[in-house]
């Protein structure tokens, strides 16, 4: 095979041809001139695994494969960039690919989120790059700002909106006042939730989000299972309004932050759970499919990135940076950040978690009743901020929003609050974050 | 002289300790062992060039030197930490460095803007790095996202609020309501502006920083001498004012911008002005000494960054990013990201820039102005959009918001407005950008 002049070529293999893959493909091959000038040597696409070569791909036919082992074992490919998806499948070619020393651009944040450890060993061994910016947050730089920007500094929190699919729910349902079974098949109409949303709206894709957020921001491998997580699938157009009554709107965020137990041992926390967001929050403007992340430094303070977190040709553009990156370390030495898990800090458990909650529940409306609640509030030692009576007669509504309180401590209230024979329903439990009290 | 066991330790030098030099040298003391988990070596601080080692300058005496060549020559120093400021002293002091092979971290936006080329040359020679994310925008990454995230998209704008002091005179201004002069001097009270504070009310600042923005966006060398120029000393509280009644903000603005003339040949062009933006605009939002930058790609749509653009500590968080970055290349081989200049782009003239503009005087209140005034515009082909006739008698103000038109065709209306003999005076010209029209 003849390459232009200069310096050897660099060979590309792309895994998966879906709305990632193709618009890879099509950048590779609309800005092959101006990639060239910036890596110093061609890329050349070797070859694209796909489940069926059957009808027109839009791309040459000759590129398309489906024995993707192959292909990935070929030694003119240098570089192999995953956008299939799956865990299994891309594991062990992601493996293949840095066993044989080949460099690894991947989008797959479920597989990150329990493998990294795994991959990166694989690339340590060989000296290869495991390159990832585009699992997190689309187009938006993250991965990079909090490996290398924030490589001097001491990271204390991360918190994002890093999943498109909810937070279009949310905001729609903000905006509408609809109910979210509605906004959820809406959604799916718009193309912005899949026939099944579970991943997305029980929050498993925001948790290996997190995982991998919290792995980085911290020096320590937290995987999908050390995350706690709640969905969005029972948050009402009732909460909504309650939120905005309180000059909130509810977003699902992916929280990692350090904490320090009474013995002083530093822990991490990685959580994800819907939450009431004051609207004068950053966090609280980001709408529709967008997302943010807000990273807080000992030194740097508060920093936000803000762009799109999904689609195509915005995740295809973090891709291209991670592959030009490990093609230009093939053409001129060296390597990309390794994996930092010197801090090894451990999980602290969500229960010892201080945040606010807001408590929405039914009671009977009859004299004494607000102050029970707030005797059994005491009780527990959760201190309340502020109560809203709303109605009157059996369905009349209490709202408490509280001070801060662990999670372990607000759970026996809410259980103790559910015995008292005047309430008749928790309605729902949220937490409160963001706010400057 | 011994070091910790493990791998051969990182010498380092810091040239300056001023309020960067010092939270440097602050950081580098006290989190040593993270930094040595970091970087897979010990970071150690071989010296510090001051000015004078007179007094107590809450370091060890020893490590104080006035002579800065000499320690930059040290066999034992790996990398130089430059926040001095200024252009000569620090312009020699890095290209011995470089020369000899080591890396070179700078927070020098001055001497970027005017030498990058010269310093980039000499790094690539030597083989060594040469890192400044801390020149642009303090504590937020902004160079790395641009050089190595975006690397394989193609940026066609950026538009940045990068001047700490000059937001925080308009931030006030817009919200007391006070003059120029006034909020200058309270700036300067509070440690927001310096006794002499043109570099930045007069965007010397701004541009050089766009220049550096504009040269890494662009993969072409832009200095300061390319950018277009204007402060803020001009503005008013009246202008405030009017922006106001448009629904708008004004704020100081950096902007690179792709653009293309008529013979469809792609040029930059980089500019520095006060600009009146859109109150919904993500710009408009950012207040006092706060710094934000958005980028436009054709992949990546739009992102924001946004944080703290000066200070000790935030712009130390960015020099220790790079000294990390560096020091890791040094331990483990490799190099950053090298200058990119291949796409040599020309400067577009301020002339042919097109953008909508805001348009102040003071006219005769009498029957017939407005007509002629709307004849003069359409004689220049500055299509008006909007006009606000403010007072009567001779007082009368009169604004005017123009659809797009081109910084040339704009020129010559306002001479010609100027000369109309019921125009009393053409109180302020500014532009308006961030609108959705």
Known sequence: MTEPNGAAAIGVAVLGLGNVGSEVVRILREHAQELESRVGAPLVLRGIAVRSTEGDRGVPAELLTTDADSLVARDDVDIVVEVIGGIEVPRKQILSALNAGKSVVTANKALLADYTGEL?????????????????????????????????????????????????????MDETGADYADTLAEAGRLGYAEADPTADVEGFDAAAKAAILASIAFHTRVTAADVYREG???????????????????????????????????????????????????????????????VEAENAGRLMFYGQGAGGAPTASAVMGDLVMAARNKVHGGRGPRESKYADLKIAPIGEIPTRYYVNMQVADRAGVLSAVAAEFAKHDVSISTVRQEGSGDGAGLIVVTHWASDADLSETVAALAKLEFVTAITSVLRLEGSSE
Chains 1, 2 share one sequence.
């Open 120 to 172: 990166a060993e694989a690339a340590e061994k060989a000296g290869a790059d495991l390159y990832f910016e585009a699992a997190v947050a689309g187009a938006i730089p993250v991965i990079r700002p909090l490996t290398q920007s924030l490589a001097g500094d001491r990271v204390t929190k991360v918190a994002g909106i890093v999943n498109g699919t909810t937070n279009f729910i949310l905001s729609a």
């Open 232 to 294: 969005i699938s029972k948050i009402t157009s009732a909460d909504l309004d309650a939120a905005k009554a309180l000059g909130c709107t509810i977003k699902l965020l992916s929280m990692c932050e350090r904490v320090t137990n009474g013995d002083g041992e530093e822990r991490i926390s990685a959580r994800v759970y819907p939450a009431l967001v004051p609207r004068d929050h950053p966090l609280a403007t980001v709408n529709g499919a967008f997302n943010a992340v807000v």
